[in-house]
């Protein structure tokens, strides 16, 4: 039973760390249509911007907002790379994750790995050192979920303003925005800035719970991330209550459970990787057959 | 005839003025449209324009919106200069209605959020509720104006209407904000008989009760004539047909067909 627990405490751990990265995923690949490659960069960014700042003594809540705030600044070059320069999507995506690699190491100072053992993190200091006893054990899960759906909320709640129905406008059909006078482009660049802000800040929060930022950590973000976003929006997508961003928190924590479940059947570690690709495949596959079935209900065109 | 274009001169409210435009330059494929083209539209006229295939209908519509730049010569509506203006910046005062139903609405938004996105025109988009509960009422007494009974599916996503009702709505979300001019490139082409009337008329109404200044491509010689105060006739880049007011009037529905079967021959189509 206690191995139960543990494997069930291990899986939302991880579903909802990365859930944060899922969310910002969410905006870029379902609201905007962009298939974010850059997100295999900016989640180590987030990393490792955590541990610079952790390690000199800065405080773990602030250390957040400033990853959040570097992940943003990095999508921004994705977009304008896009956008202004008119380098592909999946181009302007590859440049910024290869570019990444080289910004992260001179954040770690040139270490493949960082660690920042036995300074406060969110995990062990402010709000979590207040969990009693029993609590303790699940702190990670519960600062995870707090954080993930703080994200998940915030997000929600700028998806109905009047900026993010502009986004959505964006992703949808840009004419539209283009006859609303506004510049369909910034609304992408903004866009991918908030899905890599989001993206670093998974990226921060792992590294918060493991005391150490790895610069290889992105390696297959791209791929966990949208298998998370396909997933969830596709289980639910028949469930109107609910949300798209809650769905893909669902969706992230689906897919860990997938590859923990795979781990204790036997898988070796070294098809991990392989194993996330095939869960992927499979997500797509199943997701344009059924978005295929769909398409045939729409009403004609020229039908009244 | 020719004085009363002069007076449009004068009073000019949409100016093309010594347009050239040639797409693909110096390729096999290079088509010369526009030679020193020019036109003039004054304030509050409803201009309809038709043509054979290729004539540059489009392409006028596409140099005025900004969509795309012309090789040379110069573009004013209502007094501004618009040359050096993004198609978004143009945007701002200019309403257009494309022949695709898709292009007008966002598909996936509801018809509430479409019409609170279009309300804003003009506004900020910054951080404050997106759809306002209390414009609601003004929203379904516009969309009563449709007569489609969308006021009663606020909650509907747009992408779910037919053609005819997703230009019908298009047409009083590209209205609702003050614009100088309203751009309508073959609307009703993409619907059938029946919705195509609809939506003729709704812009005939939409167009007299606001005054605005209009500009609308079709492909059918009978809402050219039938509709507008002004009718051009485009073949190859050139007006060849410009008739307003009484001259218009003037037009039955047979010179026209004549003619635009005389200039159709001409290009073997
Ligand atoms: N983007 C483009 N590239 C190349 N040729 C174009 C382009 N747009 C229009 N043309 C050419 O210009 C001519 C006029 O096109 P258009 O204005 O669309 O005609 P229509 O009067 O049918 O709307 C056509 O011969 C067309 O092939
Ligand atoms: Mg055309």
């Excluded at chain 1, 992408?188 to 989001?198: D, F, M, Q, W």
Aim: proline share 3%; glycine share 10%; net charge positive.
């Amino acid at each position: 039973m206690d191995i139960i627990l543990g494997l069930v405490r291990d899986v939302l751990e991880e579903g909802f760390i990365y859930g944060i990265m899922a969310v910002g995923v969410y905006i870029t690949y379902q609201v905007l249509g962009f298939p974010d490659l850059s997100v295999d960069g900016t989640f180590p960014l987030g990393a490792c911007v955590t541990a610079a700042l952790i390690s000199v003594g800065v405080n773990p809540w602030l250390a957040c907002l400033i990853a959040f705030l570097c992940g943003a600044a990095a999508g921004c070059v994705t977009g304008f790379l896009h956008v202004k320069l008119r380098i592909t999507d999946l181009l302007s995506g590859i440049l910024v994750m290869t570019a990444m690699w080289s910004v992260n190491l001179v954040i770690t100072g040139g270490k493949a790995v960082l660690p920042f053992y036995d300074q406060p993190t969110v995990f062990s200091s402010g709000p979590a050192s207040l969990l009693s006893g029993g609590l303790q054990d699940f702190r990670v899960v519960i600062l995870g979920a707090a954080v993930c759906l703080a994200v998940k909320y915030l997000i929600d709640l700028y998806l109905r303003t009047k900026s993010g129905l502009l986004l959505r406008a964006a992703g949808d059909n840009p004419q539209y925005v283009v006859s609303l006078g506004r510049d369909p482009g910034s609304m992408k660049i903004l866009g991918l800035a908030i899905g890599n802000g989001c993206t670093a800040l998974s990226g921060c929060i792992l590294a918060q719970q493991t005391e150490s930022a790895n610069i290889s950590s992105g390696f297959g973000m791209v791929v966990m991330a949208l298998a998370s976003v396909i997933i969830g929006t596709s289980l639910f997508r028949k469930v109107k209550f609910v949300r798209a961003t809650t769905s893909v928190v669902f969706g992230a924590i689906l897919y860990k459970t997938c590859l923990v479940a795979a781990m204790q059947l036997g898988l070796p570690t070294n098809y991990l990787k392989l194993l996330m690709a095939v869960i992927f495949t499979i997500a797509l596959v199943s997701n344009n057959f059924f978005a295929g079935r769909r398409k045939t209900s729409h009403v004609n065109p020229t039908q009244i | 005839m020719s004085t009363q274009l002069k007076s449009e001169a004068d009073r000019a409210f949409v100016s093309l003025q010594h347009i050239h435009k040639t797409f693909l330059p110096d390729s096999v494929s290079e088509v010369v449209l526009f030679t020193d083209f020019s036109l003039t539209v004054e304030k509050g006229r409803f201009v309809s324009i038709i043509g054979s295939n290729g004539s540059g209908k489009t392409t006028i519509l596409n140099l005025i919106c900004g969509s795309i730049p012309a090789d040379s010569g110069s573009i004013g509506i209502n007094g501004r200069v618009v040359d050096k203006m993004k198609e978004y910046e143009r945007s701002r005062f200019i309403g257009r209605v494309f022949q695709d139903p898709s292009k007008g609405t966002c598909p996936q938004l509801t018809i509430l959020e479409n019409m609170a996105l279009a309300d804003n025109k003009g506004g900020g988009f910054g951080l404050e509720r997106g759809v306002s509960k209390k414009r609601l009422d003004t929203y379904r007494t516009q969309l009563e104006l449709l007569r489609l009974g969308l006021e009663d599916k606020l909650g509907l996503q747009v992408g779910s209407l037919s053609g005819g009702q997703r230009q019908a709505l298009a047409l009083l979300i590209c209205t609702m904000t003050p614009l100088d001019l309203l751009i309508l490139d073959e609307h009703t082409a993409a619907l059938d008989p029946r919705s195509s009337e609809n939506v003729m008329e709704l812009t005939e109404r939409i167009v007299r009760e606001k005054k605005l200044t209009t500009l609308m491509v079709t492909h059918n010689l009978k809402f050219a004539a039938q509709y507008g105060d002004r009718l051009i006739m485009m073949h190859r880049g050139s007006v060849v047909v410009d008739a307003a007011g009484a001259a218009k009037s003037a037009l039955h529905i047979r010179d026209l067909t004549d003619k635009f079967n005389e200039i159709s021959i001409e290009d073997g189509n």
